[in-house]
Structure formats: structure tokens, C-alpha cells
């Protein structure tokens, strides 16, 4: 066993007759992934008389894992293909390229471009998973006006809220800066607020989508960009917003079935902004509406804080004051 993990090179299991706590750990050798659980034996004297330890082979389990992952991202570009044909075609045919169109006829065309969309917003949020969880997520920064993506998003969202009776309104500031920012990311992010605003809210309800520059307290040049996505939908209670950020999680509520979704979309929401340094959060009150902020640096972040200390981020809000 020593020879083992000598071999190993884990160096605070190499030396295992000292071991005084518990202990696991997954390490490589020889080509496959071998799981150590190791425990002292304690004499009452409270000398150390050896240890137990098990060694579990999870080559397997490891290779189905990573098998797992490749097949979602492969399927999903493979996904995405196809439909951006269905996209490019629809979209000739409902412009009228091909010829003048009957209502009935426009209004079809016009219900397989909706849905081949949300399939292709789908598609993004299962690579982006995969990236993140592959940890190969790069962003491409790119000098981008946020208000155009926020109008572009909205706008590609038009049949679906004329369809659900629901108002919606853009606020802009006026001469907003660039955003060094991906903008496919910023778009993604946007696609996936502005959907969960729309199937969250009852017709008659309304969705605002903002852009405005956000300054230190002390004056100077805007340091970031705000979206904020505000809807009159059911809201979230305060028990269930932490949740909400989780992969798969769908909080309990009556639009739920009719609503449909993965669960997906929050979690990419957050790993995409975090992934530029920025900052995504939420206030809601159930019955009131719900509105989803993302500060985003206006210039590319030369380091990134860590983002696995919870309140690392408060300090950016409270910074510039919100
Ligand atoms: N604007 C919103 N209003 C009310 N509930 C929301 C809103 N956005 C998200 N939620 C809740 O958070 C859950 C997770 O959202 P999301 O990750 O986008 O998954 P999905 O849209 O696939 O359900 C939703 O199922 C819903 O319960
Ligand atoms: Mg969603």
C-alpha cells in the first residue's frame, strides 16, 4: 500500500501510519482512477496502531461521467446546425424573399422560426453547461453596445408576448459606452431572463428590460453596465430564491407545467456574468413581479476575483452604491 501511494505521489497519504483523521481522496494511477478512503486505528491509549483503508477502482465511473458530458456538448452542436437552417429558411420565407406570403402562411412560418429559436436557445444553455463543467467556458471580448443586444433580445420576443398578451418596454440611457464583453454570452444571459419574464408573467402583465451605465460613488467615468429585466409576473418567495440558481431546480408554482424549461437557465445566467466578473441578483415578491439585475464591467476584468467566496460580490454593490 505504501509502495501504491508513494507511486501516487499524494504525499499527505504517503506516510500513512501518521495519519490521525479520516481521509479521501481520488487520485490516477497506472491509467485508472482509484478512490482512497483511509482511517487511523486508535488504540484507547490514543496511540495510532495503523489504519484501514479501501480502495475502490471508479475508472468506470469516471469514464461514463466524462463519456456523459461529451455526448450532451457533441448533440448539442450537432443540434444547432440543423436548426440554424430552419432559422435562415423561415426567416427568408416570412421576409418575403421568396415571394409574398397568405396570413395563414406567414403566421406558420412564423411558428416554426419561434420554436426552432427556443431549440436553439436550449442547445446554448446544454454547450454552456458542458463548457463550464469542462471548465473550457471562453469568452471572446468583444467592444459591444449592451442596449442593441438588450433590443435585439426583446425584440425576438415580440410574437411570443403579443401570443401571451403581455406589454413590454425598454428603458435605455441615453449615449450608453461599448461593453468589453462577449456579447453571444450577454445575449444568452438576456434570452434566458427575458424567456423566464415572459412564461413567469399572466397575460395582461408587462416586462421592462433596462440598460444603464452605473458610476463610483466618488464620480468619474461609469465603471459598469446594468440590465435589469423586471416583470409583473408571479414572483418568488424569499425560501425559494437562493434555489433558483441551481442546475435543474424548478420552483414549485402554477405556470410551472404550462411554463415548461430544463432548470437550466438561471444557473448559466450566473456562471456566464460571474464568468466576466460581473454580478447577477434577484428581487421578487410573490404576486409583485420579479426583476433580475447583471452589473457587468464596462473593460475586460484583468483578474477575476474568486467567485466561490460567497461575499466577495456585495463589496462590488456596495462599492458603487446600489
Ligand atoms: N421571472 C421569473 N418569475 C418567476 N419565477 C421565475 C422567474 N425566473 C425564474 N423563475 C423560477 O426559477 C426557476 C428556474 O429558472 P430557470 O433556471 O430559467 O429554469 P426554467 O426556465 O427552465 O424553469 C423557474 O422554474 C421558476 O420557478
Ligand atoms: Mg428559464
Known amino acids: 500500500v505504501q509502495a501504491i501511494l508513494t507511486q501516487a505521489t499524494l504525499p499527505d497519504v504517503s506516510d500513512m501510519a501518521r495519519l490521525t483523521s479520516p481521509l479521501e481522496a481520488l487520485f490516477e494511477l497506472e491509467g485508472k482512477h482509484v478512490v482512497v478512503s483511509a482511517a487511523p486505528i486508535r488504540l484507547p491509549s ?28 457533441t448533440i448539442s452542436h450537432e443540434l444547432r ?30 411558428i416554426i422560426h419561434d420554436n426552432a429559436r427556443r431549440l436553439v436557445a436550449i442547445a446554448n444553455n446544454l454547450i454552456a453547461m ?16 449592451p442596449a442593441l443586444i438588450a433590443a435585439e433580445v426583446v425584440e425576438s420576443f ?4 403579443k401570443e401571451r398578451q403581455l406589454e413590454w418596454r425598454l428603458e435605455m440611457e441615453d449615449d450608453l459606452p461599448l461593453a468589453e464583453v462577449d456579447p453571444i454570452r450577454i445575449r444568452q444571459v438576456l434570452t434566458n431572463l427575458v424567456s423566464n419574464a415572459v412564461k ?3 397575460p ?32 418568488i418567495p424569499l425560501e425559494e430564491q437562493p434555489c433558483i440558481w441551481e ?15 430544463l432548470g437550466l437557465g438561471l444557473s448559466i445566467v450566473r456562471t456566464l456574468v460571474e464568468a466576466h466578473g460581473g454580478r447577477v441578483w434577484l428581487d421578487s415578491a410573490p404576486g409583485k413581479g420579479s426583476t433580475f439585475t447583471i452589473l457587468l464591467p464596462l473593460r475586460r476584468p484583468t483578474s477575476l476575483l474568486p467567485h466561490t467566496d460567497e461575499d466577495v460580490y456585495p463589496t462590488i454593490e456596495q462599492a458603487i452604491g446600489l
Open 46 to 73: 490514543g496511540e495510532t496502531a495503523g489504519f484501514v483503508a479501501l480502495f475502490r477502482d471508479v475508472t468506470r465511473e469516471v469514464q461514463a461521467e466524462s463519456a456523459k458530458r461529451e455526448f450532451i456538448a
Open 81 to 110: 446546425t440543423p436548426l440554424t437552417a430552419i432559422l435562415g429558411y423561415s426567416e427568408a420565407l416570412y421576409g418575403g424573399m421568396v415571394g409574398p406570403l397568405m396570413p395563414t402562411q406567414s403566421t406558420f412560418v412564423r
Open 130 to 145: 458542458a463548457e463550464a463543467e469542462q471548465g473550457r467556458l471562453r469568452l471572446n471580448y468583444i467592444p459591444t453596445d
Open 158 to 161: 415580440i410574437p411570443r408576448m
Open 200 to 202: 413567469f408573467t399572466y
Open 204 to 235: 395582461g402583465g408587462r416586462i421592462t428590460v433596462g440598460v444603464a451605465t452605473v458610476r463610483e460613488p466618488g464620480g468619474g467615468p461609469p465603471q459598469y453596465v446594468r440590465i435589469w429585466v423586471q416583470d409583473t409576473g408571479i414572483g
Open 247 to 261: 442546475r435543474f431546480y424548478r420552483s414549485e408554482n402554477p405556470l410551472r407545467a404550462e411554463a415548461g424549461g
